[in-house]
């Protein structure tokens, strides 16, 4: 959880923030994701919020996942082709 805090921070400060970013901001921006705080940064811990979805991180896909969709993806363009009819 630490790695993502620091990467959220870091994202942050490429963005414009160079020294550190506000402890609040009004509401309307932080809920909007435009403004960064470490009160949102407190309150995803708070929720236990592990992927950080409230800060507008998104949970990393996994191996089988990629796996699945990469045969899904290769049978749509063969049937698509038109070298397969039935594709189970």
């Known amino acids: ?11 942050w400060k490429n963005q414009g923030y160079l020294t550190d970013i506000p402890d609040s901001c009004p509401l309307v921006l932080e809920k909007t994701n435009c403004v960064p705080s470490y009160r949102k940064i407190a309150l995803a811990i708070l929720q236990n919020d592990h992927t950080f979805k409230t800060l507008g991180m998104s949970q990393p896909k996994s191996e089988v996942y990629n796996a699945i969709k990469k045969e899904e993806l290769r049978l749509r363009a063969l049937k698509n082709a038109g070298n397969l009819e039935n594709p189970s």
């Open 1 to 11: 959880m630490r790695s993502k805090v620091t990467n959220y921070i870091r994202n």
